[in-house]
């Protein structure tokens, strides 16, 4: 599709399993980035991939969260040993330069779940 | 804490009414500013967006205004339709980097029939 695609869409899991979500950017789109979005919250930025710098891993909340992209394509990001505190949706948005440059086009989000 | 905020959480207007939707923000270095439209079980849509060296930027049916004098951000929509109903974002800009887009918890726009 022309859309940023993320999967899956929806994901309940127990606490302390690892889970892996994955986001399939816009094509040619330099710059990728995840969002967690807690229930009526605004957006939590977690990490900015852009081109093939390093990674700003800034606003992971902890080691438990990491991401990684395969050049300017697909990106997963593993959260482990979840906790109840993990539960969210996952937005992840790309962009063809970087933020300032044009717009973010996001994903419909991966809900996770933690019982 | 958060240097974007929103003035209301929920908004209702009439359909047909024009609606506005208000921003604050603290960080007078920010240069950016986008509009974002969220509606249930989407991901964020971009609306508009200005940057600090304007005052005013319409689109269709949306108009945004920056007052940078007291910080203050603003969403015009005319002539609301029931499609408006969603969560509008504001998010500002602070100087370069990605970790820079700040978004505000978000104002809940309900379009009354």
């Known amino acids: 599709g022309a859309g940023v695609s993320q999967s899956p869409s929806n994901k309940v899991t127990e606490k302390g399993k690892d889970v892996e979500l994955r986001c399939d950017p816009i094509?040619?789109?330099?710059?990728l980035y995840w969002y967690r979005q807690r229930l009526g919250q605004g957006l939590e930025f977690l990490i900015y991939f852009q081109g093939n710098s390093a990674p700003d891993k800034s606003g992971l909340p902890s080691d438990r969260f990491s991401a990684e992209r395969t050049g300017e394509s697909v990106s997963t990001l593993t959260i482990q040993r979840t906790q109840q505190e993990d539960s969210a949706v996952y937005l992840c948005a790309s962009s063809l330069r970087g933020v300032g440059t044009g717009e973010l086009f996001f994903g419909e989000g991966s809900r996770l779940t933690v019982l | 804490g958060e240097s974007v905020g929103l003035h209301l959480p929920t908004l209702s207007v009439q359909e047909g009414d024009n609606s506005i939707i208000n921003c604050a923000y603290s960080?007078?270095?920010?240069?950016?500013f986008i509009w974002y439209k969220q509606e249930s079980g989407k991901g964020p849509q971009f609306i508009i967006d200005?940057?600090?060296?304007?005052d005013k930027r319409q689109g269709q049916r949306v108009t945004v205004l920056l007052n940078k004098t007291v910080k203050h951000l603003s969403l015009q929509i005319a002539a609301t339709q029931p499609g408006d109903s969603a969560v509008y974002f504001c998010?500002?800009?602070?100087?370069?980097?990605?970790?820079?887009?700040?978004f505000g918890k978000g104002t809940h726009l309900i379009i009354q029939p």
């Open positions: 200005i940057r600090s060296n304007m």
């Open positions: 094509s040619g789109h330099t710059a």
């Open positions: 960080n007078s270095a920010s240069d950016y």
């Open positions: 998010a500002e800009l602070q100087g370069g980097g990605a970790d820079g887009l700040t």
